[in-house]
């Protein structure tokens, strides 16, 4: 069963707007999340993470917000730069092992 | 310094034939993660190490995977017999202890079965 769910595979925005990417996960254990951008032929990277402690990390261009109550987590990046078109992973976890569960991507595309 | 090497970067094999995948991880990494992406899909787990014992191999979709991890380091991944539905991107991720959700990823090894 799927317990992260992306449920966008593609998101078009135009460079200098505001990307909002979208997850949701069923599994109430998870109490770490994390978002991976992937560029074609390569590993994913790792961008953001946010413990379930708290509701919103910030890093630079990148914040990402964590609604427990709802299970959802959303990326937003601001602005979108041309650098960023990519598939973006979201990811969970919720044992010790750090074994992470990954949500099926969001193709992001910025437009000049 | 070195990020996580990864081994062949593609690979083709028919039905039925073994294959083995080799992942190097980042030098003092102690665990170490496989996973594969078949295609429109996401990262799913197969196996975690942790130095060369497996606590977790949950993931693995048959016994005719099976990996192993030598000297704390270097990992192998094989699959016995291939099957069309193995067909995908196999990637290793280590991270510096067990508790760091932080993974690096290598860039994978895209096996096609034909």
């Known amino acids: 069963d799927q317990q992260v769910k992306q449920n966008s595979p593609s998101l078009s925005v135009q460079e200098g707007r505001i990307s909002i990417l979208n997850c949701d996960y069923t599994?109430?254990?998870?109490?770490?999340f994390l978002w991976y951008k992937k560029y074609p032929a390569e590993g994913p990277t790792f961008l953001i993470s946010?413990?379930?402690?708290?509701d919103k990390n910030e890093d630079g261009r990148f914040t990402v917000f964590l609604n427990k109550s709802a299970k959802h987590l959303s990326l937003h990046i601001v602005p979108s730069q041309p650098g960023d078109s990519a598939v973006y992973f979201c990811?969970?976890?919720?044992?010790?092992?750090?074994?992470?569960?990954f949500g099926a991507g969001t193709q992001v595309v910025v437009t000049p | 310094g070195a990020g996580v090497s990864q081994s062949p970067s593609n690979k083709v094999t028919e039905k039925g034939k073994d294959v083995e995948l080799r992942c190097d991880p980042i030098?003092?990494?102690?665990?170490l993660y496989w996973y594969r992406q078949s295609l429109g899909q996401g990262l799913e787990f197969l196996i975690y190490?942790?130095?060369?014992?497996?606590?977790?191999k949950s993931g693995l979709p048959s016994d005719r995977f099976s990996a192993e991890r030598t000297g704390g380091s270097v990992s192998t991944l094989t699959i016995q017999r291939t099957q069309q539905e193995d067909s995908a991107v196999y990637l290793c991720?280590?991270?510096?202890?067990?508790?760091?959700?932080?993974?690096?990823f290598g860039p994978g090894t895209r096996l096609t079965v034909t």
């Open positions: 991720a280590s991270s510096l202890a067990r508790s760091s959700y932080e993974q690096y």
């Open positions: 599994n109430s254990m998870f109490d770490y």
């Open positions: 946010i413990s379930s402690i708290k």
């Open positions: 990811a969970a976890s919720g044992d010790s092992w750090g074994k992470l569960q």
């Open positions: 030098s003092g990494h102690t665990a």
């Open positions: 190490f942790q130095g060369n014992s497996a606590p977790d």
